[in-house]
């Protein structure tokens, strides 16, 4: 018995997708992870000791939150990363 192996050369790209999902990180907070476009993302502050307060959350993209001087906010998960 005979058999014969060929290698075969071709490169198949695989198309490009567009993204459905982001990544949500919270800096001293809670809610990171991965949401899908449309999403609503809430997210909370660290508890704070009794000598601390909660100011305001900071971000490039800070026009996103809902309530951006409350411990507990909300967003819409746009169709790219975003660090709070």
């Known amino acids: 018995m ?3 192996c ?3 050369n071709s490169t198949t790209t ?6 459905d999902s982001s990544t ?3 800096v001293n907070g809670y809610g ?3 949401y899908k476009m449309g999403d609503t993302v809430h997210i909370f502050s660290i508890a704070y000791s009794t000598t601390q307060l909660f100011d305001s959350w900071s971000s490039a993209d ?5 309530a951006p001087t409350e411990w507990h906010t909300w967003f819409i998960a746009p169709a790219k990363d975003v660090t709070v």
């Not at 695989?14 to 993204?19: D, F």
């Not at 800070?62 to 809902?66: D, V």
């Open 2 to 4: 005979l058999l014969g």
């Open 6 to 8: 060929s290698k075969n």
């Open 14 to 19: 695989p198309p490009v997708v567009p993204a």
């Open 24 to 26: 949500v990180k919270v």
């Open 32 to 34: 990171s992870g991965k």
């Open 62 to 66: 800070l026009s996103l939150l809902n």
